[in-house]
């Protein structure tokens, strides 16, 4: 992967060639600019593509001919979501336990020791509730022992973080919202927002996972979605 290029879409706005020209030169390998049709159907470590609303993110994905080849990519897709990059040294991981998300945090961390950037990892939890006729009900909780229990998630999660990267600020953030929400609030401070998408590589995560459509929308911030590894066939 660390030989590989960085593909950019071809005409993309300013920010995100800015961007994939950053990441070029921290991890030491080519940038290659080449049409969207074909941008995800190539070996790369890393794919960036520009948001104009949601059209580029539509025509990259959504209308590539190469669709069948990109739902098996391997490589973690950045999207530019704004004009102009954030001016921020913070990296936004969405941390919950999974597999999913441990992949996003190896992301952060990995960005984080090429940029010199702050690492701070967050975990949305919610408050259970009951369902009746044309009704959601909350449930009675004891809701600091709920935050106490998903601080303990984020914990285990984050638990060696330090001790293997010493020279990295790690910090972690436990927040009582839904996960779209609690990321999107995290990307007004953020210069990077890190989330692991669902199904077979990252461009399903962007198809099925109703998470990451509502923070490529919302988010104001660069979104990187990363997946988990495949398991040997």
Same mark, same amino acid.
């Given at each position: 992967?660390?030989?590989?290029?960085?593909?950019?879409?071809?005409?993309?706005?300013?920010?995100?060639?800015?961007?994939?020209?950053?990441?070029?030169?921290?991890?030491?390998?080519?940038?290659?600019?080449?049409?969207?049709?074909?941008?995800?159907?190539?070996?790369?470590?890393?794919?960036?593509?520009?948001?104009?609303?949601?059209?580029?993110?539509?025509?990259? &994905?959504?209308?590539?001919?190469?669709?069948?080849?990109?739902?098996?990519?391997?490589?973690?897709?950045?999207?530019?979501?704004?004009?102009?990059?954030?001016?921020?040294? &913070?990296? %936004?991981?969405?941390?919950?336990?999974?597999?999913?998300?441990?992949?996003?945090?190896?992301?952060?961390?990995?960005?984080?020791?090429?940029?010199?950037?702050?690492?701070?990892?967050?975990?949305?939890?919610?408050?259970?509730?009951?369902?009746?006729?044309?009704?959601?009900?909350?449930?009675?909780?004891?809701?600091?022992?709920?935050?106490?229990?998903?601080?303990?998630?984020?914990?285990?999660?984050?638990?060696?973080?330090?001790?293997?990267?010493?020279?990295?600020?790690?910090?972690?953030?436990?927040?009582?919202?839904?996960?779209?929400?609690?990321? &999107?609030?995290?990307?007004?401070?953020?210069?990077?927002?890190?989330?692991?998408?669902?199904?077979?590589?990252?461009?399903?995560?962007?198809?099925?996972?109703?998470?990451?459509?509502? %923070?490529?929308?919302?988010?104001?911030?660069?979104?990187?979605?990363?997946?988990?590894?495949?398991?040997?066939?």
């Amino acid at each position: 992967m660390r030989g590989l290029p960085i593909l950019l879409g071809d005409g993309d706005h300013p920010a995100a060639r800015e961007w994939a020209e950053r990441a070029a030169a921290a991890r030491g390998c080519p940038l290659r600019v080449v049409p969207k049709n074909a941008m995800l159907s190539e070996p790369a470590q890393l794919v960036v593509v520009a948001s104009e609303g949601h059209g580029q993110v539509h025509d990259a &994905i959504f209308h590539s001919p190469s669709m069948d080849t990109a739902m098996h990519a391997t490589c973690p897709v950045v999207v530019i979501t704004k004009p102009e990059l954030p001016d921020s040294d &913070i990296i %936004v991981a969405g941390v919950d336990g999974s597999p999913l998300s441990l992949a996003a945090l190896d992301f952060a961390l990995d960005e984080a020791r090429l940029t010199g950037m702050r690492v701070l990892a967050v975990h949305a939890w919610l408050q259970p509730i009951a369902t009746g006729h044309d009704t959601l009900v909350p449930l009675p909780t004891d809701l600091d022992a709920l935050q106490a229990e998903n601080e303990a998630i984020l914990s285990e999660a984050l638990a060696g973080v330090r001790t293997q990267h010493p020279d990295l600020d790690v910090q972690a953030q436990t927040v009582q919202g839904t996960a779209a929400t609690v990321l &999107i609030e995290a990307s007004k401070s953020a210069a990077l927002l890190v989330i692991g998408s669902h199904g077979r590589g990252p461009v399903a995560g962007l198809l099925v996972g109703s998470v990451s459509q509502a %923070v490529l929308h919302h988010a104001h911030c660069p979104v990187a979605v990363t997946h988990a590894p495949q398991a040997p066939q």
